[in-house]
């Protein structure tokens, strides 16, 4: 009877511990599970364009109260080779005629020039100063960039109906 005692505690205390490991490896797959969604979130495009061999994700337009500004946020996709690359300017309207011309744009850990790797996504933010928050939408965002090709000459593409996401 003594050892049936110590046996089932044994028992009790065994199963315990395999709960616990098995809670403990849950919250790890949990974890990496929220990860997962957040990468599958930050590479969904509201809008895509290609031109040049090269995807322009918009994946977000998030306005800064404090600051005033919005940021615009793209994935650029290099289907071509490796290359360097260069965005020129960028231009923001809304939907009541204002302008807003970029304050600072960074591709990757750079400024406005970087080199993309081919099928390789690289985070560019584009970030337009001045603009207040009673602003929606934007009409058109107007983005160009240097063409490699045909030095000294740029091409542009644009994305319209843009809502802004204020902070």
Not at 5 to 32: G, P
Not at 75 to 81: D, F, Q, V
Request: proline share 3%; charged share 25%; with cysteine.
């Amino acid at each position: 009877m003594k050892y049936l005692k110590i046996f089932s505690a044994v028992m009790v205390f065994l199963l315990a511990h395999q709960v616990i490991l098995a809670q403990s490896d849950c919250d790890k797959i949990k974890a990496e599970n929220d990860y997962l969604r957040k990468a599958l979130k930050i590479v969904t495009p509201v809008k895509l364009i290609t031109s040049s061999k090269i995807d322009f994700n918009l994946v977000s337009c998030k306005g800064n109260i404090k600051e005033q500004t919005v940021t615009v946020q793209l994935i650029l996709t290099n289907h071509a080779a490796n290359q360097e690359f260069q965005f020129s300017s960028a231009t923001a309207v809304d939907i009541e005629g204002n302008e807003f011309k970029y304050n600072k744009i960074k591709l990757g850990s750079e400024g406005s020039r970087n080199k993309i790797y081919t099928d390789v996504p690289i985070k560019t933010l584009i970030t337009f100063s001045m603009v207040l928050p009673s602003v929606k939408l934007m009409k058109l965002i107007a983005v160009e960039y240097y063409d490699d090709e045909r030095p000294g000459r740029s091409i542009g593409f644009e994305y319209k109906d843009i809502p802004v996401e204020w902070n």
